[in-house]
């Protein structure tokens, strides 16, 4: 047993087979329950003599995954108020060590997921020298649901929060305060998009990461209103924070679920506004799109897998049920003319169903552009893509969303994984693209050119992994003047 002092009180963790010390659980706010519900995160409350923490807190309340995602994306849930908690895995305990440290943020749509998942557990991060700390934040109505008198993106505030925690504690545990990288994944990497736009990441962190998101993915403050009435009026109570407070958190989280099916049923922008085409009814509610720019003083590395919606597409079996009119409907709808752009995707898929250009298409409005502006503008920026394809599902699973997730932690025989992946995923590229995190972390330099917009270099990581210059050229063009 090891223990580390905090400003709220001293911590006990547990040193594992390997030498890496864990430390579970710690709060890093107040429980946001009570007087504290919908309202920003306060500071955690103290404790005397040694705090237990070897096992995992409790989980920001969330509805579980529908069929077949439940068994695709590893999440747990951990019943318990105090949920703003956070867990860190370090090789040196020692406050003279000053190691690099990466802070964790979950993906789950701003809905679910979890910091605690076993998939998420960074034992390899800190076998190669690093702090690694993951966290639990706010969801759906709790984190994003805009409410009258409430703070906007009270899941972003608890991001910061913890940010500030880390910041303030880390040194106790080995890490370097000014060498903090912030890495995230799909609503994690929005999030971290979300803070680069507005500057709130300034001094907080050196660097980040962004996998499968980036800045373009938020409700304006107008149809955020109209999400929190359709809510509200589903549950028969008012949108406001002290009705929603006395709904029972079963009926709550149900409701919750139940909008985003009659979203994902129904996506008329007349009624959800820009969560009609990204599908998420709870997300970062800012006025517009902001871009961090060459001054956000934070090197950055953003990427994307080559076939994301796949990953959406193939276990409910519509990949290949995908109708050539819903291609053409939902290429407009993303900002392109169906007639010149469908053959340019064709071209390069001339044996492509419907739903496998549909994936094509979706994957570039969602996840690649916005990737490529967010590298745009910020000069220095790595580009990586992630090309590595699962066997499951027949094979048409493909290089789909949240794929690379067990190879950048180095997990790939984590259970939890195995319906993603398949009985043998290539050690050597997990070998390869984790080493690439961890020196990004170390240096800023994950081991490719920084991308610009003359030679786009991009890192393909796959069975052999080599940078790539200006990926699908013609594919990227279509989208100039698409926001």
């Not at 969330?62 to 105090?82: K, M, R, V």
């Not at 993915?217 to 006395?246: C, M, N, Q, V």
């Not at 709870?282 to 003083?297: I, K, Q, S």
Request: glycine share 10%; charged share 20%; aromatic share 10%.
């Amino acid at each position: 047993m090891t223990v580390c002092t905090t400003e709220q009180g001293d911590v006990r963790g547990c040193t594992g087979a390997d030498g890496v010390v864990s430390f579970l659980g710690i709060p890093y706010a107040a429980p946001p329950f009570g007087p504290l519900r919908f309202k920003a995160p306060s500071p955690p409350r103290p404790w005397s003599g040694v705090r237990d923490a070897t096992v995992y807190g409790p989980t920001a309340p969330h509805a579980p995954y529908a069929p077949p995602f439940d068994t695709l994306i590893p999440e747990d849930s951990i019943p318990g108020e105090e949920c703003l908690n956070l867990n860190i895995w370090t090789p040196a305990p020692d406050p003279g060590a000053r190691l690099p440290v990466m802070v964790w943020l979950h993906g789950g749509a701003f809905s679910n997921g979890s910091g605690s998942a076993p998939g998420y557990d960074g034992s390899a991060f800190a076998r190669d020298g690093v702090v690694c700390v993951t966290l639990n934040y706010r969801l759906g109505v709790d984190g994003f649901l805009r409410l009258p008198g409430a703070p906007d993106n009270r899941g972003l505030l608890d991001q910061l929060a913890a940010l500030r925690w880390v910041r303030t504690n880390i040194a106790s545990f080995g890490g370097d305060p000014d060498q903090v990288t912030v890495f995230g994944e799909s609503a994690g990497a929005m999030s971290i998009g979300a803070l680069l736009g507005t500057g709130e990441l300034r001094g907080l962190v050196r660097r980040a990461i962004l996998q499968s998101g980036s800045c373009h993915y938020f409700l304006r403050p107008g149809s955020a209103d109209r999400i929190a009435a359709h809510l509200a009026a589903k549950l028969g109570a008012e949108p406001t924070p002290e009705a929603l407070a006395a709904v029972p958190p079963d009926a709550l989280l149900t409701a919750q679920a139940d909008l985003r099916a009659e979203l994902n049923a129904r996506p008329d922008p007349t009624l959800w506004g820009e969560a009609a085409l990204n599908m998420m009814p709870f997300e970062p509610v800012l006025p517009d799109l902001a871009l961090p720019g060459p001054d956000c003083g934070i090197d950055l590395l953003v990427g994307t897998n080559r076939e994301e919606y796949r990953l959406f597409l193939a276990p409910v079996h519509r990949l290949d049920a995908f109708p050539e009119s819903r291609l053409r409907t939902m290429t407009a709808a993303y900002g392109l003319d169906p007639d010149r752009a469908l053959p340019v995707y064709r071209a390069t898929r001339p044996t492509a169903t419907p739903g496998e250009l549909f994936d094509a298409v979706a994957t570039d409005w969602f996840y690649r552009l916005p990737a490529i502006r967010l590298a745009e503008s910020v000069p220095g920026s790595h580009l990586y893509e992630f090309a590595w394809r699962s066997p499951q599902f027949d094979n048409r699973l493909g290089a789909c969303h949240a794929l690379e997730l067990p190879f950048v932690f180095d997990r790939l025989h984590e259970s939890s994984y195995a319906s993603l992946l398949g009985p043998t995923p290539p050690q050597p590229l997990a070998d390869t693209m984790h080493a690439a995190w961890v020196s990004f972390a170390r240096t800023g330099d994950p081991g490719w050119p920084a991308y610009d917009e003359i030679t786009r270099t991009t890192m393909v990581f796959a069975e052999e992994s080599a940078p790539g210059k200006d990926l699908r050229a013609e594919e990227r063009l279509l989208w100039d003047g698409v926001r």
